[in-house]
């Protein structure tokens, strides 16, 4: 059975929060690396700090950011290494 976007995110949520903390650190170095995990950090820093009181809304925009910017690239570059499929350990 095909699933849709939302339950696909739904098991790779669970699969994620389910990992041991080192297994986790592991496959955010292997899938984003050091530099767009920082990015990331700095990003959402900024964006809280701006104002502490909307962290719900800024934190939603943040997950969906994250998925159309792997969106675009899937769309620019559909053979590039970094879009092999993923295992979760």
Same mark, same amino acid.
């Given at each position: 059975?095909?699933? !849709?976007?939302?339950?696909?995110?739904?098991?790779?949520?669970?699969?994620? +929060?389910?990992? /041991?903390? $080192?297994?986790? !650190? +592991?496959?955010?170095?292997?899938?984003? $690396?050091?530099?767009?995990?920082?990015?990331?950090?700095?990003?959402?820093?900024? %964006? @809280?700090?701006?104002? &502490?009181? +909307?962290?719900?809304? !800024?934190?939603?925009? *943040?997950? *969906?950011? $994250?998925? %159309?910017? =792997?969106?675009?690239?899937?769309? +620019? /570059?559909?053979?590039? &290494?970094? %879009? =092999?499929? @993923? /295992? %979760? /350990?």
């Amino acid at each position: 059975m095909l699933k !849709n976007k939302k339950d696909v995110a739904v098991d790779f949520i669970r699969s994620i +929060r389910a990992m /041991a903390p $080192g297994a986790l !650190n +592991r496959f955010i170095s292997q899938e984003a $690396g050091e530099e767009l995990a920082q990015f990331f950090f700095s990003y959402s820093a900024s %964006l @809280i700090s701006k104002d &502490p009181t +909307r962290v719900l809304e !800024n934190t939603s925009s *943040l997950m *969906l950011m $994250g998925y %159309l910017i =792997r969106s675009y690239e899937e769309k +620019r /570059a559909p053979d590039a &290494p970094f %879009l =092999r499929p @993923i /295992a %979760l /350990a």
